[in-house]
């Protein structure tokens, strides 16, 4: 029997902890979404405004790097940081034309070597970090940064079962 | 400037407060996704597989409904309320026959009417509560199924948008 409890996680404190639940929850349903894909089935167009799922995938490991240098760093990403995540982050043509050609399991590694350094750095702070104002955008806080990596990543798995109910 | 932050709320405990302000940003960003539809673009169908938007905003709403009884009254959906709510739940066939012929205003009343139960019902409980695993189904427990409500809600909002980017 599958368990499906946000709680408390061992190794973090109780509120980041209870956001490590969410976030690997939706992880897991990523790669469920995914599993098994060609690379000719990643880098698939549904249509000319449409994004492979391939690039969806880079995608949700390019939001999850910028915050991390938004959260753990409190700085903005630099210009050879963004440049590297431009083709990822923004989708669309250069998505399209740029990330292409890959099996999955060079996007899962991605996913899962960014994800591991998440992990590390959240568990080196604590709960009065998560929640208050991020230094260089006060607007925000960590909580809802992180909140926002598991709902962007969440809103582009709803994509990607949709289209890969479609593909070819 | 608008302030996105994750943080207990006045009303509520505070891991229930954490977790409205989840709900609560989830659905603002469900409503702007659909705002100023007409009622054709809510009917219009993409592919004879598709759910209309107006049918995935009905859905919505009727998970919220399942979730409020399985956590709030700690029991299964009875049959009426099963049989209300199966085109919306279920959606594909039954869906895109019976849910239709709706303005806006009819998915978004329902919405908020479900959301104002279910904000006064978590009013009403604690975070020992909210943790706890369900009686009913306690591979679950309450925190994961509101969570997983909101993300029901974003795998959803992230169709509406490709849908919405692709109506006539």
């Known amino acids: 029997m599958t368990t499906y409890r946000i709680l408390p996680l061992p190794g973090y404190t109780p509120t980041i902890g209870r956001l490590v639940a969410m976030l690997t929850y939706a992880r897991d349903t990523t790669l469920a979404a995914v599993s ?17 799922i391939g690039a969806l995938l880079a995608h ?40 292409r050609g890959h099996e999955l399991q060079f996007y899962t590694d991605e996913l899962m070597r960014t994800r591991e350094a998440t992990l590390a750095a959240l568990a080196q702070h604590d709960d009065a970090w998560l929640e208050a104002p991020l230094r260089i955008a006060p607007n925000l806080n960590a909580h809802w940064a992180w909140f926002h990596v598991a709902e962007d990543e969440i809103n582009h798995r709803g994509q990607i079962r949709w289209l890969r109910a479609r593909l070819p």
């Open 36 to 52: 098994g894909l060609t690379r000719g089935q990643l880098d698939h167009l549904h249509d000319d405004r449409s994004n492979t």
């Open 60 to 99: 949700i490991a390019a939001v999850e790097r910028g915050y991390q240098v938004v959260t753990f760093e409190d700085r903005e990403p630099s210009a050879s940081e963004t440049a590297a995540s431009t083709a990822a982050l923004k989708l669309g043509d250069r998505g399209r034309r740029e990330v």
